[in-house]
């Protein structure tokens, strides 16, 4: 992966989990880091981690909520590192419940994080790629977003919809040598699956013909592949990680 060798890539929710670990695999095959997370406390922890072991990367507060702190973000960015060459979409939540009993800010707070949050940051930072004529967005959705889970309508309307945004794009953006492509994570070990009982987590590995959770690292691996040249002539596409779970 040594075409990834100094790009300068922007991973939004990159403090924990899934992020971080995409942020760790990009800055192995030699990625410059632009790490974006709202809480301060944990992307400065995360930053001065990276930076110890010799990583080159920055830390930048945004919130994926707030339209004028993603635009105050990306200006912060490009002026740090002058531009972003690959982008990963992967700063979301969950706010679950059955479509009776959910309220409107719920639907609001995860559709404005997961969808319009990855369409702003976008916007923002895409002039820089056309310009440079390279470019690689990843957006991280779900498996839900493909076969949909009771419960999560919100977040399984947002990762549906993050899967139309990426195929609209890869078209617009194609003919500037910029590609667009989503992951669709299946059940994967993060803060927010551990929060599952024992029953709960026993069923969950019953619907995966691997029989296992997937890793942060499964993820990551995946962003590292759609990041580099050997997928230069992949666009539009989503590349489910989910051991088999669902099979299109």
């Known amino acids: 992966m040594a075409d990834i060798q100094g790009r300068v890539a922007l991973v939004t929710g990159a403090a924990q989990g899934i992020g971080r670990a995409i942020a760790q695999e990009l800055a192995a095959a030699g990625a410059v880091l ?9 992307l400065a922890e995360t930053v001065a981690e990276f930076t110890a072991a010799g990583v080159k990367a920055a830390a930048f507060v945004i919130n994926v909520s707030s339209e004028e702190s993603i635009e105050a973000g990306a200006k912060a960015v490009l ?12 700063a979301g939540i969950t706010r679950d419940n059955l479509v009776l009993r959910m309220k409107k800010l719920d639907w609001d707070l995860v559709i404005g994080i ?13 002039p820089a790629m056309l310009k440079n004529r390279w470019g690689r967005i990843v957006n991280i959705a779900s498996v839900v977003g493909r076969a949909g ?13 993050l899967l139309g945004f990426t195929k609209s794009l890869a078209r617009e953006v194609a003919s ?3 590609t667009v492509n989503a992951i669709a994570p299946g059940y994967i070990e993060t803060p927010m ?27 990551a691996k995946a962003v590292k592949f759609l990041a580099s040249e050997d ?16 099979m299109d």
């Open 34 to 42: 632009a790490l974006a997370d709202v809480n301060e406390a944990k």
């Open 79 to 90: 002026a740090h590192y002058g531009k972003v060459e690959i982008l990963v979409n992967n």
């Open 114 to 126: 997961n969808l319009t949050g990855a369409f702003l940051i976008t916007q923002a930072l895409l």
């Open 149 to 161: 889970q009771a419960g999560q309508v919100n977040y399984s309307a947002s990762k549906a919809g």
């Open 176 to 178: 500037r040598g910029i």
């Open 193 to 219: 699956t551990a929060v599952l009982t024992e029953q709960q987590n026993a069923a969950m590995l019953a619907t995966i013909p691997l029989a296992r959770r997937g890793t942060a690292q499964d993820v």
């Open 231 to 246: 997928a230069s002539y992949i666009t539009g596409h989503t590349l489910d990680v989910n051991g088999g779970m669902f």
